[in-house]
């Protein structure tokens, strides 16, 4: 969501109203002295003033004041660039941008140019008609600043637009991948820099709808790009692009893209570029392999290259195992690599249609399909793939079970029970033969298909539409940990990219959020890093912040997500978004309690550090979605440390007011426990240090006066009995004697304990 801007007519910090200067002594201002109302009229002076409300208008000027000297500022020449907003600017500027421009703008991840130039790229005539009607010959520059290029799902648009930019823009233009972090396109969260092209996807199906009045307010951003020669490509799902109004506009140039480049070439490119060129010749005398990649799309065509290489390493990895069994073991036919490598591309749509034929009850020879169990059985290899033999039945009985839980086997004779119905039909052994597997001397099935595996998945998920939840509820089931390497987390995660709708993230959120929250967020971390599912995923975790059940799988995802330096900004961003939902819907302790040991760990990286800085000033901003993030924030950030002293004692940043945050998080008996623990440990860590430590206490004592801070002044004061300072005095005693005043302490002694 979209953070609201700061107002600068407000005060950046709001002080309590009963603090008192940190020197000040124990007179009419310590604690227990009764408040009286001021005598003055001002809104800040009454208690029930509302900080938000506008302040009343300063008096006309007296006719004998002199007006102030307008603030003048000289520039140095043409090319001076002009940030906020003086009086008077002398001179001629080439560019104005107002600090305000710049807030709530679009993030995204800076292109390394070079990387993209050396990326494989296929330009066949299809493709080369559409990069002649962007580019201009005479000057080798787009037509036109904004690009729109139409196109279906999957096509390779996205490279397309990247690498345009890259060939045909000036050196010095920074290429930048946008992220549309927006609920609809407009055209003020575009950004505007000198000497930057712009790339940015519109495929959501909700969210990027584009309409008429977008391109109109598009054409006239084209006249400032124009200016600042910068580009933007835009490129856009060809079902998004539905309105006949939609067309050219000055500055607008909109082509369509109607196919991908020739998938084996493809193919081929990508090979050539991860250095496996003699897979090349070997995909080329392979028709049927060949026959499998036509009519693939751009990004099936790539994945089928990656599948292409994890055949030729699976057949290197078992062909190193084979010469190492021993000479006397029983043996088993290998597959060749080009038999690997047509079984990778084939789609085993056809075998699968013969599997998975009509219902049949007992297996016979002369009829491929399969029964119930045994296609229960086929599903848990595809997972397993190669695995003991009781796991294998184990995950084949788990799955029928979940499909439902009949107390007698489906194919058992009259009179039967299911023990003897079960003897009485073929052993695991056969069963695993006749689908397609094989068992080792060690009684270990061997799966070695996994191409073929994922299209067992891929079809049942696909032609089962009932199968959907109780495969999904068996996966989950089945997940042993939330590794990513885990076998159903990994094809739980193969399925979210492959169908990632919005009803199926709710199914699978539905089926995982409270009972494994861990396994949801290892699922879920894959899909919000996909480019093609990244977005709705985002989505549906903003909904699951609010919810109890969901919330400690939205905060493990956030987090990891947060703590990887490698992440685009506008990824931590969201994630920042989506933590600070969970701790602003939920009131839930235990809930609140994770947010903070989040924010703990989140802490000790320093750019993240910076991040709840941010929530921290929002908090004391008077931004209600940061009020409870702001104050878990600041309790993370106290614990953090800079060469061995508390950061927020040592060189807090400009913009937290530490006293009114301690103050405030003292006052509330939601967070004085924790704050008190939190202090304690500051005060320790200074104790041996006179000038420290007597610097951190006139920092704390302000905070700690005032109404309704007495309970926790003295509870604090108790946890620090047992510390001194080097003088051999004791913290508790020095802090009760500098706020609670002299006529008072025979009334409130230091001793007393308050519950």
Known sequence: MPDVPFDPTRSDTTPPTSETGENQSNGSSSWLHRWRPSSGTGASDRPDADPDSPSPSPAPPSPDTVPPTPRVHETGGAATHVYGDPDVVANVIEQLILETRKRDLLEGVEQIRERLLDQPLVRGTHWESVWEQIIDPATSRPYQPVIIIVAP????STTLALRLLAEHTADNTTVVKLDADWKTPSKGRLPLEKAHAYQLDLKHPENDQVSADFLNALSEHATHLRGCRSYLALTVAQDLWKDH?????????????HEAPDAQDVVEAHLDAHGYSQLVTSLRSLPKATAS????????????AHTVAMAWKEHTHISFQQSLAEAGSEGEPQSTLEERIIAALTDWRGELDSRFGEMNSLRTHDNPSLTVEDRCLLLAL??????????VAHSSAALLKAIGNLPEAPDAAPGFSPALSALAGRGMRRRIQDVGGRVDMQDTVVFDRPAYGRAVLEYVWDNYDIMRKPLLTWLVATAQNADPEDHAVAALAELTVRHGTVDYLSTLGELVGSSQPEV??????????NEHVGRLAWEALYGWAEQKSYAPAVIALCRSTLEDSSVAGSLAKRAMVRLRRVAHKNTDATVISQVLTAFDALAQHSSVAQRLAGEVQGWQHGKGSAARSGALAFLALMAVRRDGTPWLVCAPPTDIDVQRAVHDLLSSSDTAAEVITRLTDWIRSCADDPDAYTQLRDQLLPALRGHNMFEAGMKL?????GISTTEGVSV???????LVDSRLRPVFPLEEKFA
């Open 717 to 721: 004061m108790n946890e620090l009995r």
């Open 153 to 156: 799902r999957s096509c390779g």
């Open 245 to 257: 109004r939609l067309s050219n506009r000055d500055g607008i140039l909109v082509v369509r893209l």
């Open 520 to 529: 949801l967020s290892a699922v879920m971390e894959s899909a919000v890093r």
């Open 293 to 304: 990649l036509r009519g693939l799309t751009a990004v099936a065509a790539v994945r089928a």
């Open 732 to 738: 508790a005693d020095d802090f009760y004697n500098h």
């Open 382 to 391: 595809a997972v397993q793939q190669s695995a003991p033999m009781p796991v």
